[in-house]
């Protein structure tokens, strides 16, 4: 069977069991056509994508912060009016950690009357601090409502408005839009006991759009989702947003629950562990007649640019939030990335030829290398997929982690007056030998 029918037959199956009327997928890789397709609707079809709307919202704040309108500890309260909570930073509202309510005040799902921009912040002064900041994870759609405010006003002009040209745009995302087009697709609420399905009415989601408020296709999403995992490849100028940036949304700040460790939440991105070291980085949405799920894949055998997104027009078939993992799963399964041969590369620095090997610290035994034109370390004992210790030059002697094991801390450089070979490293402080000694020795 070929991929593409693997990846159909997955998605038939959540149709079908799912009860959804209308359903579309795709599938992004750099290596690989664009895979799309539909059921009950054309794959070109546009949805209502609800919160994946807030992982945009959350690249136009990082966007702020890396063009120097913010920071993430600020309190939004020195960047917006408000009457109430100006206290709670940027930070805690990004990573839902702020203890806000979950919603603005007042019975937003039951009468479907939702504030404009002027009255959501007024009645902040009547919306809840549930919890202490910080305390445990709180989803809060107010939250993310306010920081789309903050990037209108930080912006002047709209969120919207900052949405299309700083994002939208950039990366050609023509079938993602603040208002349905004419490709838009009903909604429904299937019913429990019987295969009827009941439309259910628009909803424009005003001053709380920042959180919840995009249309988009199957394809644009999965594009969106590639990006979300791999910047590198999707905008390498980082005209969008720099892969560094990225990286920090993506680490975990906390747990969706405390007792099952099944997902994070980064800085508005959930993040999904599979196994094996593999994540899957993205947001799932839901709004009344809609829910939709959008994932991008790092880790493992994952080829570049690799992300999946399924749209659903039923409110209750929750099939669709798994199947955009089943889809990159299989992808990776039944059409793994091409392995690119070993090439000889560059010998290491002359100053630094005398790190290179086996080193003792703490009673452990740790390989430094040269790969990919930097300095490298690993514990002998680590497995072969966890990624290695990075180094960057700071001076002759003096060395910065870029990445993984102490990352950010120092690597000093002791030599032999007499041969100037390496003789001792001090890494984080802790001291390196090249035998196994004691804190004492």
């Known amino acids: 069977m070929r991929v593409g029918e693997r990846l159909e037959r ?11 009327p209308a359903l579309t997928v795709a599938v992004h890789r750099a290596d690989r056509p664009l895979w799309t397709h539909g059921i009950g609707a054309e794959p070109e079809a546009q949805f209502r994508i609800g919160s994946i709307t807030k992982t945009f919202t959350a690249v136009l704040v990082l966007q702020c912060r890396d063009d ?3 920071d993430l500890d600020d309190p939004v309260g020195r960047h917006l009016d408000v009457p109430a909570h100006g206290e709670l930073t940027v930070r805690r509202l990004l990573s839902h950690t702020s203890g806000l309510q979950r919603e603005p005040f007042g019975d937003v799902w039951d009468n479907l009357r939702v504030p404009d921009a002027q009255r959501l912040l007024t009645d902040l002064e009547r919306a809840e601090r549930v919890l202490p900041p910080g305390r445990r994870y709180h989803y809060s759609n107010l939250g993310v409502a306010l920081l789309g405010q903050l990037v209108g006003r930080l912006r002047g002009g709209t969120w919207g408005q900052a949405l299309a040209e700083r994002i939208l745009e950039p990366l050609d995302l023509t079938g993602i839009t603040v208002q349905p087009t004419g490709a838009a697709v009903q909604g429904y609420l299937v019913d429990a006991y019987s295969d009827h399905a009941r439309p259910e009415p628009p909803v424009d989601f005003d001053a709380v759009g920042p959180a919840a408020q995009l249309w988009g296709t199957a394809a ?3 594009r969106w989702a590639a990006f979300l995992a791999d910047p590198g490849e999707m905008d390498p100028n980082g005209t969008v947003l720099a892969a560094a940036t990225l990286d920090e949304m993506r680490w975990p700040h906390t747990v969706t629950d405390e007792a099952l460790w099944a997902a994070g939440f980064g800085l508005g991105l959930i993040v999904v562990p599979r196994g094996d070291r593999v994540v899957h980085v993205g947001h799932d949405g839901a709004m009344p007649g809609f829910l939709a799920a959008a994932y991008g894949r ?6 570049p640019a690799l992300g999946a997104a399924a ?3 039923s409110g209750t078939g929750t099939q669709v939030f798994e199947l955009p ?5 299989a ?3 039944h059409e793994p990335a091409r392995i690119e041969p070993w090439r000889p590369g560059p010998a290491a620095p002359e100053h630094l030829r005398s790190v290179l090997g086996r080193w003792w610290g703490e009673g452990y035994e740790y390989v430094f ?5 930097a300095l490298q370390a690993r514990g002998a004992a680590d497995p072969a997929g966890r990624p290695p210790a990075v180094f960057a030059q700071v001076e002759p002697d003096l060395l910065r982690t870029q990445s993984g094991r102490e990352a950010g801390e120092l690597l000093r450089l002791t030599r032999d007056p007499a041969t100037g070979e390496v003789v001792r490293l001090h890494w984080a402080t802790y001291r390196f030998t090249r035998d196994q000694q004691t804190f004492g020795d």
């Open 369 to 373: 290398s040269w790969h990919d034109g």
């Open 325 to 329: 993992h089943a889809l990159l799963s």
């Open 298 to 303: 790092r880790g493992g055998d994952a080829p």
């Open 331 to 333: 992808a990776v399964e």
């Open 220 to 222: 644009d999403l999965a």
């Open 311 to 313: 749209l659903g027009s």
């Open 10 to 20: 997955l998605a038939a199956r959540a149709q079908r069991d799912g009860r959804i």
């Open 68 to 70: 120097g309108l913010l």
